[in-house]
């Protein structure tokens, strides 16, 4: 088991910075907009958090911080008990397991990854739907919903970075 050295910016009140900030995004998706498309389909922006901040500060989005997001996220918005923290923490294993090799790479990659994560996000979600439902769902809006989300990525990675540099800046 690997220790990892506790970073003075990771201590106090700029540690739940990532907690926090996914749990802002997860409340601006429940918000009512009054847009054409997006009340039915709106980007998954807890699935963007949970992937950039396990990739760049893992120690601080534990798996009972990713489950107690997820589950916040069914209870808001009605959906399956337990379903985005089940996909959430899955999302995490697989970040945190191959994270230093994101790491080290551009952002470029970085999406190309996202992308087959969202894809598959979007699969499992439509799929955990539709047994919890007993009716088939409609795959093209579980499909749209994966590729407006992938599109959003880099505006929300963008945000998240400017977070990031809190952190970092004030480590120094």
Known sequence: MAVV???????????????????????LMQLQYKVAFIDTMF?????????????????????????????????????ALGMMALLLILVRVFIVRQGPRLLEREF????????????????????????????????????GHSLLTIAAYPLVVFLLNRLRQLLISESR
């Open 108 to 143: 470029l990659f970085s999406w190309l990854v996202f992308i087959v994560v969202g894809l598959v996000y979007g699969a499992l979600s439509w799929a955990i739907a539709t047994v919890y439902l007993k009716e088939s769902q409609h795959l093209g809006t579980a499909f």
């Open 43 to 79: 980007p998954s922006l807890s699935l963007m958090a949970v992937y950039y901040w396990c990739i760049y500060k893992p120690q601080l989005m534990p798996v009972s911080a990713v489950f107690v997001l997820g589950l916040l996220q069914d209870i808001l918005s009605g959906g």
């Open 5 to 27: 050295q506790e970073n003075k910016s990771e201590r106090g009140m700029r540690g739940v910075i990532p907690f926090v900030s996914t749990l802002v995004l997860i409340l």
